[in-house]
């Protein structure tokens, strides 16, 4: 996630930069930092913790300069730190970089660096570029960064500076958002994340695309492809207020969140699948292959929708596998100390990584002899601390109290310890293997198509905004998916929903569906396939609205349901990352229609740190 601002003109430098990193706190408060060009050298301000931090730092001893670079930090690769912080400099400190993204290849470029004689001083992987840019440094800070990201793979939106061109900031963007705000006041520029750091000064903007590169200048901007060919930029008008810029433009926090689920994935993903043969690189796992050999039985520690993530990685383990899992919420399986013991794995799973019952539990496994994995979006967190292993998400922070992207980044957790774990254990050959991590790989792309549904979401929304009572089903794959969308319901719109195993509902459930109740089930292809069909087949015949969610190409669904939701087509194991995306659209639509207050509901919070 991260902040970047950056800014050259005629104004206090340094105050411009502290005011746009404010208002990009929402996106991280790990560190923070500014680099300033001041009479033929670039200053450097680090701090770690809040942007209040760094302007303490900087009362009284402000670097005064036309131009500099910003960057407020949701740790990634190294903890929070002050090393750590952006801006990154070069050997020398000639030049400074700010990133926002993960380079995948990092570690590979970090070795030929290091072997050419350069010294890193963080754990990052943003360092790699500030010393990529000086290795092609040659008095052109344009053709440097060009030659540079050429070697980089991954997401990036990043900001580059030298002490020998102080007139220039140099931005590029791959993945990861970058705006340009067109300074109304003559003689200055900016670059941004987002609308929100920019807005107090103009709203005047350039939209840089994925393959772009931005020179920006104080008299003008140029906009160029990476292979050096102009772009000719039309101007967006910001007419968003302070509070919707931050929101991306969106209404709510909860759907902005819900439409970077594409870019939290590739970040999920990020440097962990590499080359043609699919090596799966699992940093900070800290389980060795022999050990997950001897695990005997799973456990999944969770709470509410973390939980509901570990249902899907259930799934997932025991089909691809073959390894019992149990997954139960943490508040009564801190109670069961018969499930622990030194055979067991226990996975932890949450978002803010201080869930209190998740805590609990973690420590009564503990105390049984097992051993404990971390998934988790929190890098320092007292989940990630008590951990044996660790799986961070890297899905940046989130706003919205009802979870979107974590969710759907934490199964993608769970789907590539999968893969890792069945590789050891060779419960998987090397094509099944190869066939399921370039599966995952597809998944943000994948994802971007099925948001290309929300319009038609929104009208079932609305064509559906009279039925009070829900019930949501699924099979196999998908009991998360039934139990994870009526929670979001539940969460958001404050409507009866309730989820269910499809089968079970000839076992009593069934006695609830009229022409008053509303069915939405995730139907795909797979080995239940025929009986989820034949469940919607009982709630039609009852007067039960059905809206199914199914595969883009399935021509039987119609026949079964009232509407259907088309999400792609991937590898059964894989797809309640898909699934997830329509049933948190269709909550959200709903309850915006109810005019609810989505990003902060009734008596709840995002961070439940008390039992």
């Known amino acids: 996630m991260c902040g970047i601002m950056a800014y050259i003109g005629g104004r206090d430098t340094v105050e411009v930069l502290l005011e746009g990193l404010r208002r990009l706190e929402y ?21 770690k913790g809040k942007i209040a931090n760094l302007a303490a730092l900087l009362e009284g001893n402000k670097p005064e300069g036309r131009s500099g670079i910003a960057h407020t930090r949701w740790a990634t690769h190294g903890p929070p730190s002050t090393k750590n912080a952006h801006p990154h400099p070069d050997c020398e400190g000639h030049l400074a970089v700010v990133h926002n993204g993960i380079i995948e290849n990092y570690l590979e470029l970090r070795e030929q660096l290091e072997a050419e004689g350069h010294t890193f001083r963080s754990e990052t992987d943003t360092e790699t570029l500030a010393h990529l840019f000086e290795k092609y440094y040659d008095g052109d800070l344009e053709k440097a960064v060009r030659r540079g990201l050429k070697e980089v793979k991954g997401s990036y939106a990043v900001v580059a500076m030298s002490d ?96 970077e689920q594409p870019h939290a994935l590739r970040q999920t993903i990020g440097d962990r699948i590499v080359g043609r043969e699919m090596a799966l690189k699992l940093e900070g796992l800290g389980l060795s292959d022999g050990y997950l050999r001897r695990v005997k039985k799973i456990a999944v520690i969770a709470c509410g929708t973390a939980s509901y993530a570990g249902m899907a990685g259930q799934y997932a383990i025991e089909k691809v596998c073959g390894v019992p899992v149990i997954v139960d919420v943490a508040s009564e399986l801190q109670h069961r100390e018969c499930v622990f013991d030194k055979n067991t794995l226990g996975i932890a799973i949450s978002q803010s990584g201080e869930t209190a019952d998740t805590l609990q539990a973690m420590r009564m496994a503990h105390r049984q002899g097992a051993k404990l994995l971390a998934i988790t979006n929190a890098i320092g967190s007292s989940v990630a601390r008590e951990s044996d292993g660790l799986l961070y998400i890297h899905a940046g922070p989130e706003i919205g109290v009802a979870s979107t992207k974590a969710y759907t980044s934490q199964i993608l957790a769970m789907l590539l310890f999968c893969v890792h774990l ?25 994802a971007e198509r099925t948001l290309e549904q929300a319009d038609h979401i929104k009208k079932l929304a609305k064509k559906h905004q009279h039925i009070m009572r829900y019930l949501y089903l699924g099979r196999g794959a998908h009991y998360c998916s039934a139990m994870e969308g009526a929670l979001k319901i539940k969460e958001i719109a404050y409507l009866d929903a309730e989820g269910y195993a499809a089968g079970e509902m000839k076992h009593g459930p069934l006695a609830l569906v009229t022409e008053e109740v509303a069915v939405l ?91």
């Open 27 to 47: 996106r991280g408060y790990d560190s923070a930092g500014v680099a300033v060009s001041v009479d033929g050298k670039i200053e450097l301000v680090r701090s």
């Open 521 to 611: 089930s995730a139907v795909v292809e797979g080995p239940q396939y025929e009986k989820a069909l034949g469940n919607l087949q009982e709630i039609r015949a009852r007067g039960g609205k059905v809206i199914a969610v199914a595969n883009e190409n399935d021509e039987e669904i119609a026949k079964y349901a009232d509407d259907v939701i088309p999400i792609p087509k991937t590898e059964e194991v894989l797809s309640p990352v898909l699934a997830g995306i329509p049933m948190q659209l269709y909550a959200y639509y709903v309850a915006d229609l109810w005019n609810r207050e989505i990003d902060q509901p009734r008596n709840l919070a995002k961070s439940v740190t008390v039992e």
């Open 422 to 446: 069945g590789r050891v254990r060779e419960a998987v050959t090397p094509r099944v293997a190869r066939r399921l991590l370039r599966g995952i790989k597809q998944l943000p792309d994948l």
């Open 164 to 259: 020998r061109e102080p007139g220039l900031l140099v931005a590029a963007r791959q993945y990861s958002p970058l705006i340009v705000g067109l300074g109304e006041k003559k003689g200055e520029n900016f670059v941004a994340s987002d609308p929100s750091a920019i807005i107090a000064y103009t709203r005047q903007a350039y939209l840089i695309d994925n393959g772009e590169m931005v020179m920006l200048r104080a008299d003008g901007v140029q906009v160029k492809t990476l292979s050096g060919k102009p772009v000719k930029k039309p101007v967006f008008h910001i007419e968003w207020d302070a509070e919707m810029a931050e929101k991306g433009g969106h209404k709510h926090f909860m759907i902005k969140e819900i439409f």
